[in-house]
């Protein structure tokens, strides 16, 4: 792979198919810029994963204790469960996203973050200093412009390709 003009590519999983096949168009389409120095830091491919918070992850909430009872109470171990859960998921996600990058010969990192996935992704964007972040989509075209609001960035943000895209052309 020759040389490109990108430092860091950051590429949102989330399981899906779509979010994967854009892993998988990013790996194929998008040059890293080459090492200039061993001072210089790698460029590199970012895999990054949003998990829900707990309580919104489990669906439910215990809720507070009827007639009286403490409000805002939260079961350490339903919690703790679903914080477990919620790894085992992660791990297969980044196992699945690692596999389609070693296949294709490139070193990816990983990267996970816990929140609301509109602004997790858009503060991780602007933390890992990406020069473009990756999404799989079902309704969009294939490359638009973004901003999302309240953040500080702006980057080109590439919708990959559905299946569905490359089979109409």
Same mark, same amino acid.
């Given at each position: 792979?020759?040389?490109?003009?990108?430092?860091?590519?950051?590429?949102?999983?989330?399981?899906?198919?779509?979010?994967?096949?854009?892993?998988?168009?990013?790996?194929?389409?998008?040059?890293?810029?080459?090492?200039?120095?061993?001072?210089?830091? =790698?460029?590199?491919?970012?895999?990054?994963?949003?998990?829900?918070? @707990?309580?919104?992850?489990?669906?439910?909430? @215990?809720?507070?204790?009827?007639?009286?009872?403490?409000?805002?109470?939260?079961?350490?171990?339903?919690?703790?469960?679903?914080?477990?859960?919620?790894?085992?998921?992660?791990?297969?996600?980044?196992?699945?996203?690692?596999?389609?990058?070693?296949?294709?010969?490139?070193?990816?990192?990983?990267?996970?973050?816990?929140?609301?996935?509109?602004?997790?992704?858009?503060?991780?964007?602007?933390?890992?200093? =990406?020069?473009?972040?990756?999404?799989?989509?079902?309704?969009?075209?294939?490359?638009?412009?973004?901003? @999302?609001?309240?953040?500080?960035?702006?980057?080109?943000?590439?919708?990959?390709?559905?299946?569905?895209?490359?089979?109409?052309?």
């Amino acid at each position: 792979m020759s040389g490109g003009n990108l430092q860091r590519v950051v590429v949102a999983v989330d399981g899906s198919e779509e979010s994967m096949n854009a892993l998988r168009w990013a790996l194929d389409n998008l040059k890293l810029r080459s090492t200039a120095s061993p001072d210089s830091e =790698a460029a590199s491919f970012v895999v990054l994963h949003v998990q829900s918070p @707990p309580s919104i992850a489990a669906g439910l909430n @215990p809720g507070p204790i009827p007639f009286g009872g403490p409000s805002n109470f939260e079961v350490p171990a339903f919690a703790s469960a679903i914080e477990a859960h919620q790894r085992r998921i992660t791990e297969a996600i980044f196992a699945h996203a690692l596999k389609i990058c070693s296949d294709k010969n490139v070193n990816a990192q990983t990267h996970v973050v816990v929140g609301d996935a509109k602004e997790r992704i858009c503060e991780a964007v602007e933390k890992l200093h =990406a020069d473009t972040l990756v999404m799989g989509s079902r309704a969009f075209g294939p490359i638009k412009r973004y901003e @999302p609001r309240g953040c500080s960035w702006e980057a080109l943000v590439t919708i990959a390709p559905t299946m569905h895209d490359a089979q109409l052309s």
